[in-house]
């Protein structure tokens, strides 16, 4: 007779040690199983979750797989009973290990290309960032694209830079510098030369080319116009394509995650992710948001339909689309003025660009759709928008749609997300990035409603965390910290940028690992540690639950140890 013997967890059984070795024993650790239901509306925590008056406590110690799945959590000496000789062992010294990070609103091929271009991130002032370049290009053969990212469209808003200085030093090469969040462009003359944009040149629907009063360009594009410069540069295609974007998902694990959900998904990006995935050289999993933008791509697979294979490595199932601009650039489409810029309210809807009869063409066709929502007046249209392809199509309205950013919203609109069954999908690193200059765009009153990520779950709606890569630094206890103080990296402001809005430790764990496994329909499948589930597991060298809740600060020295991937190991931090 077989002997089986069980684990025994304060929440009952856990784990079933069955008669054959494990692949992989994770043990040594502080495990958190993430099984016990949510906190309410205001972060208070379940009855059943493993805290008390002391404070967290994770809930097992060791994990072992079989296969791609989890064969059995518990307790150490249990697992220990699964380890055979072919089984390997890790020992995560006591590091805390956590369903697998997701990434939920990423866009990977960019940063693909960015590991290669010159980094901007951080940069102040025109002067050096030019200097930068310069350096680039004594390094490269004349006549070749420079490319560089990451000036902060925002901080910059009210100074933007010129082709002048860059023309003069370098005026051999056609330079391209992309903003931190990818809504403005800069470049040099021979740049506006190869990209075809003279006096006469009309901007994209939604876009805009600063000009001199003479007409002139003056070498800062805006919003949709940095299309003009997307399309001239020469992009990877193809294997070129498929390498870089090996080395960026190999990143992506390296920083513990093990899903990214890629917002934007063009031909090409897709066609690298699938062969990708057909070689076995994913490390994370890809749920692929096609580009409403990329008609040709989107209109196939209105055809074809949703692809619904649970086995696969990369989902598709879901469209990105965008309906207005961004608040740094002025573009985020507000209610009322601009308070920095009387007259002004930005841009959206048929304006930007958005296609209301494909979008709900492909809503009609089965497809989650995540639009990209700025301002309140942005998010109130689309809101409108998906009420109306309700009445029209009431079966869309169980697709999980999603707004992307829902960043600034009008009190009144707060409690129509839930009502209207909407995921808002947000960016806890965009709220203490903003925050320099966010209130001079909005003004006092109209901020309260801005990152409002506690008043978004009181109200009940749901809520998923991500980094909008690479237009905001992606490691998880960045942006985790973010989420439960309302603070930056230099613990500024002290008592946190309207702290009324943060998150709990328990909400922030959740919104990076269970709460996106519903948002991309796998919630089935992964996000907790359990029997039977996908082996998707993040090993810390800190307990975010613990951590987050009496020393908050240490949070932003937090590391990834391991990542698991499918009951793979893709990453481990050496000692």
């Known amino acids: 007779m077989t002997r089986i013997l069980w684990a025994i967890s304060t929440a009952g059984v856990i784990g079933c040690l069955g008669p054959e070795p494990a692949d992989l ?65 890790v ?56 490319i560089g990212y990451g000036w902060d469209e925002g901080a910059w808003a009210t100074r933007y830079p010129t082709m ?71 992009a990877a295609v193809g294997a070129e394509l498929e390498r870089q974007l090996a080395v960026a998902l190999d990143t992506m694990a390296g920083r513990g995650y093990t899903a990214i959900h890629e917002a934007g998904t063009y031909s090409a990006g897709l066609a690298a992710f699938e062969a990708l995935g057909r070689a076995g050289r994913l490390p994370v999993r890809v ?3 096609l580009s409403a933008r990329d008609t040709a791509l989107a209109r196939r697979w209105i055809a074809r339909g949703p692809r619904r294979d649970d ?42 660009g958005f296609d209301q ?17 700025i301002g309140d007046a942005g998010n109130r249209e689309v809101l409108d928008f998906l009420e109306s392809v309700y009445r029209r199509l009431p079966r869309t309205r169980d697709l999980r749609h999603r707004i992307e950013h829902a960043q600034v919203l009008h009190p009144d609109d707060i409690p129509r997300l839930s009502r209207a069954l909407l995921i808002a999908s947000m960016e806890p690193p965009h709220a203490v990035e903003d925050m320099a200059w966010a209130e001079e765009r909005l003004g006092p009153e109209r901020v309260k409603g801005a990152y409002a990520w506690r008043s978004l779950r009181r109200a009940g709606t749901r809520l998923i965390l991500n980094s909008d890569l690479p237009g905001s630094d ?33 909400e922030a764990l959740r919104g990076y690992t269970v709460w ?26 800190l307990d975010p639950l613990a951590v987050g809740e009496r020393e908050p600060d240490r949070l932003v020295g937090g590391r990834p140890m391991l990542t698991v991937t499918a009951g793979r190991v893709v990453f481990r931090r050496p000692r």
């Open 25 to 89: 024993v994770i043990t040594n650790a502080r495990v958190y199983t993430m099984t016990w239901p949510d906190p309410d509306g205001e972060g208070q925590p379940a009855p059943g979750a493993p805290r008390d008056a002391t404070g967290w406590h994770p809930d097992a110690e060791a994990v072992a797989i079989r296969g791609t799945t989890v064969a059995f959590v518990g307790s150490a000496a249990q697992a220990q009973t699964l380890v055979g000789p072919k089984t390997t062992t």
């Open 91 to 146: 020992d995560l010294n006591g590091g805390t290990l956590v369903p697998g990070l997701i990434d939920s609103h990423t866009h990977v091929v960019e940063l693909s290309s960015n590991l290669s271009r010159v980094n901007l991130v951080g940069v102040t002032t025109e002067a050096e960032a030019v200097a930068k370049i310069a350096e680039r290009a004594a390094n490269v053969s004349k006549g070749e694209w420079i």
């Open 164 to 234: 002048t200085i860059l023309t003069e030093r370098v005026p051999d090469h056609p330079v391209y510098l992309r903003s931190l969040h990818g809504f403005a462009g800069w470049g040099n003359r021979l740049a506006f030369e190869r990209a075809g944009i003279t006096r006469s040149t009309v901007p994209p629907t939604g876009g805009q080319i600063l000009r001199d009063a003479q007409g002139e360009a003056t070498g800062v594009v805006l919003n949709r116009a940095v299309e003009l410069f997307d399309q001239a540069v020469p």
């Open 287 to 289: 749920y692929a948001m």
């Open 311 to 352: 086995s696969a490595m990369v989902q598709v199932r879901s469209v990105k689309a965008y309906y207005d601009g961004a608040l740094g650039s002025r573009g985020a489409r507000l209610l009322e003025d601009y308070s920095d810029r009387p007259g002004h309210r930005g841009v959206s809807g048929g304006s930007y």
């Open 357 to 373: 009869g494909l979008v709900s063409d492909l809503m009609a066709a089965g497809f989650q759709v995540g639009i990209h929502a």
């Open 474 to 506: 992606w490691d998880f206890f960045y942006g985790f910290h973010a989420a439960v103080t309302r603070r930056d990296r230099a613990l500024e402001p002290a008592g946190g940028w309207y702290p009324a809005e943060r998150l709990t430790p328990e």
């Open 516 to 541: 996106p496994t519903y948002a991309s329909f796998s919630e089935g499948l992964s996000g907790t540690i359990a029997v039977g589930r996908q082996a998707d597991l993040t090993g810390l060298d």
